[in-house]
């Protein structure tokens, strides 16, 4: 399997590009508007050939890229089927792996940040990657205070089903905000601060409770554009890139 690991700096944005070198057929998970030319470029470079857009969720920081990644490649937009968009060509649903040549993902249904919110979990013979979105971060989570989050339903997401896998099953999260680029499931389970060790529901309730974050800053332009997989205008495109005077 061919893979990489992209990063977009204002909002501290991991894209992960794999691809299957037998068929040359290519996946880009959660790519950010602002990167598209780096990507098309990086898949021109590979001769690689883009055949979907796989979201994790309906991001509230960053607006995809997957509606002009479609309109240029004539790729397929895969984001979890409960999501109601119209944009989408494939609903993704645990136990229903999608198919990319010699590379499986398999989706994990991990509500909590979002209530649609999915992981993708790739075993290879040299071993396995959880892609885990904004659900597992390295040392951390994605908060739960918007877009229909529920702490506890995450701590269960967690808790249950993605420190549940291997223990060397390498964790590639959506973000990371101190350039660490991978941690495992091991080291989350031992000694994330939020959910790792023997972290009780209500210790974990209680802290995100009291994380009192900052309203996201892009979140009234990105959350709508994303309801339509990136497909805005270009003024609204004009303001993203525009001065940023969230707290």
Do not use: W
């Amino acid at each position: 399997m061919l893979f990489r690991q992209l990063f977009e700096p204002e909002s501290s944005t991991y894209t992960y590009l794999l691809a299957c070198p037998d068929t040359g057929a290519a996946a880009l998970i959660d790519p950010v508007v602002e990167t598209l030319e780096r990507d098309l470029d990086l898949l021109h470079r590979l001769q690689l050939r883009l055949a979907y857009v796989l979201e994790t969720h309906i991001h509230a920081d960053h607006i995809t890229s997957a509606c002009r990644l479609r309109a240029l490649t004539g790729c397929r937009i895969a984001l979890p089927a409960m999501e109601p968009v119209p944009c989408r060509d494939v609903g993704i649903q645990e136990g229903h792996p999608l198919d990319l040549g010699s590379v499986r993902f398999q989706p994990l249904f991990t509500p909590g940040h979002t209530d649609t919110h999915h992981s993708y979990l790739v075993e290879q013979p040299g071993g396995s990657r959880v892609f885990t979105g904004d659900a597992l971060l390295i040392d951390g989570c994605g908060r739960t205070d918007f877009q229909s989050g529920d702490a506890a339903t995450l701590y269960r997401s967690v808790r249950e089903k993605l420190f549940a896998l291997p223990d060397d099953t390498l964790v590639y999260p959506a973000h990371d905000y101190q350039q660490r680029r991978v941690s495992t499931i091991a080291q989350e389970r031992e000694r994330n601060p939020r959910l790792g060790g023997d972290k009780t529901l209500e210790e974990f309730v209680a802290l995100m409770a009291n994380l009192q974050l900052p309203y996201p800053k892009k979140i009234d332009l990105a959350v709508p554009a994303n309801r339509q997989c990136g497909g805005c205008t270009p003024d609204e495109l004009e303001a993203l890139r525009g001065p940023d005077t969230g707290g």
